[in-house]
Structures are given as structure tokens and as C-alpha cells.
């Protein structure tokens, strides 16, 4: 019993925890791993995968999404860009405002909404950047996903890399983003005493 009380207040004083913002829309180059690491991609002349995810939706189930790219080096192509459960793209390959005929479920907030196959033809460190589609359903609040039960019911989406870091999402041949960190809660010490009184 004292083990687990002494447990109990370290986990209390332990002070801030941190997570993704949510709704955070960004590339992951590892299909499934959506951590910081997955963010940049050592390019070898070869096409590669780039998937365009959505990580902490605060949503069972996605109708549509849109979201504008651009990439910071010339020597980047995007050769295609495919979708799951019937996935339109009725803008580009770096403007995406896409509807799925069957909405995308997820009950862990994780959605994979499409995976681009992308060709850098020199090695170069380059930025993949995020931002409003054109035209966009938000008036350019940013990238934003369509809820699978209600198609009218629009979520503006944060980037995972934050508010502050000028929509950059992923890296080439370069050290990946990092996500934002966002407090949760903090404990006092007097929080916890009070819970002894």
C-alpha cells in the first residue's frame, strides 16, 4: 500500500505531460509510424512514399480532406497520389480536395488519407511544407477534413508541426520536425496535499 501511494505522488508531481496538437494534419514517410522520426526521408534517386496523415482526430470517421504542398527544391516530383475506400482528388498532385466514398474509421484518432509516390532526382535537403487547398471550404484557415457522418460538419486542422513553424511538415536528406509539445496539466505540490486533508 505505501508502494503504490508513493507511486501515486510522483505521477501527481511529475508536472507537465505532452502530446500533438489536435487535429494535425502532416507527412510521415513510414506507413503506420507516426512519430518524429517518420518525418524526414534520406532520398536515394529512387520513388518513394509519402503519406499524408491526419494524427489526433478528435473524430470517428473522415468524408473528405483538403490541403495544399509545396516543396522546396525543383528536383522533387510527385509521379502519383492514390487513396483508400474510393478516394477522389478533384484539385492536384500538390492540391489535394479529396471526398472518399466510404469514410475513412479510426478508432484510435490516426488516419492515413493518402499516400503520394514522390521521385527527388538530386539529393538534396528540401522542406515539404503544408497550407490552405485552393480554393479552400475554411477561407484559408488552413488544411481542413470533411466529419464521415456529416460532410458539412468542416475541422480547420493543425499542422504537426505547430502553429509557429511556417507549415513545414517534413524534411528530405535533413533531420525531420518536431512536434509542438503541448501541456496538458500541471501539479502543485499543494494540489497534492489536498488530497490528503
Known amino acids: 500500500m505505501k508502494t503504490l501511494l508513493t507511486m501515486t505522488l510522483v505521477l501527481l508531481m511529475a508536472g507537465s505531460a505532452f502530446a500533438q496538437l489536435e487535429n494535425s494534419m502532416g507527412i510521415f514517410f513510414a506507413e503506420g509510424d507516426f512519430s518524429e522520426a517518420a518525418t524526414n526521408i534520406d532520398t536515394a534517386a529512387a520513388p518513394f512514399n509519402a503519406y499524408v496523415c491526419l494524427i489526433e482526430g478528435q473524430m470517428v470517421s473522415i468524408g473528405g480532406y483538403e490541403v495544399g504542398m509545396s516543396i522546396s527544391d525543383p528536383a522533387v516530383f510527385v509521379l502519383a497520389v492514390t487513396g483508400p475506400n474510393g478516394w477522389t482528388n478533384f484539385g492536384g498532385n500538390l492540391n489535394h480536395l479529396c471526398g472518399y466514398t466510404t469514410p475513412l474509421v479510426s478508432s484510435s484518432g490516426q488516419f492515413v488519407l493518402s499516400t503520394m509516390n514522390i521521385l527527388q532526382s538530386v539529393a538534396n535537403p528540401a522542406d515539404m511544407f503544408m497550407a490552405p487547398s485552393e480554393p479552400s471550404s475554411v ?6 477534413i470533411a466529419d464521415g457522418a456529416n460532410p458539412d460538419v468542416l475541422y480547420t486542422c493543425n499542422y504537426t508541426s505547430g502553429p509557429d513553424m511556417g507549415g513545414i511538415v517534413a524534411t528530405f ?6 512536434f509542438p509539445g503541448v501541456a496538458t496539466e500541471a501539479h502543485s505540490l499543494s494540489s497534492v496535499k489536498a488530497l490528503f486533508n
Request: charged share 10%; glycine share 34%; net charge negative.
Open 173 to 178: 536528406n535533413g533531420a525531420g520536425i518536431q
Open 139 to 144: 477561407d484559408g484557415a488552413g488544411p481542413a
